[in-house]
Nanobody, 128 residues
Framework: QLQAFGGGVVQAGGSLRLSCQASTRTGGTYAHAFGWFRQPPGKEREFVAA????????AYADSVKGRCTISRDNAKSTVYLQLSNLKADDTAVYYCAARLTAPQSTAVSTGKNLYRYWGQGTLVTVSS
């Protein structure tokens, strides 16, 4: 299970950090590769960022590139999404997602259909 935290109302130009904790431990045979997606009001869910299980590779949507950092704390089984210089277009429900893979895997997945586990979503509203 995944639980996402950190959403809220933020002024345009501000920053926030979303957290997502995986409650299921992988036991060492597998590791989580994580992704963040978002669903703006009235639109489809879209890719934001991804991090490989090895934590060495990342991918970002063009819309957030340069303003976004995905990272993880393996000890806490938690993945973070740091967003800065927030814009009105960043308003959305943000979802974390995970898939199990080999711990040394460097693959990053941008497709939502590739993730098996999803968090409940946390709303980010950017006010102007």
């Amino acid at each position: 299970q995944l639980q996402a935290f950190g959403g809220g109302v933020v002024q345009a130009g501000g920053s926030l950090r979303l957290s997502c904790q995986a409650s299921t431990r992988t036991g060492g045979t597998y590791a989580h590769a994580f992704g963040w997606f978002r669903q703006p009001p009235g639109k489809e869910r879209e890719f934001v960022a991804a991090l490989s299980a090895s934590a060495t590779n990342t991918a970002y949507a063009d819309s957030v590139k340069g303003r976004c950092t995905i990272s993880r704390d393996n000890a806490k089984s938690t993945v973070y999404l740091q967003l800065s210089n927030l814009k009105a277009d960043d308003t959305a429900v943000y979802y974390c997602a995970a898939r199990l893979t080999a711990p040394q895997s460097t693959a990053v997945s941008t497709g939502k259909n590739l993730y098996r586990y999803w968090g409940q979503g946390t709303l980010v509203t950017v006010s102007s």
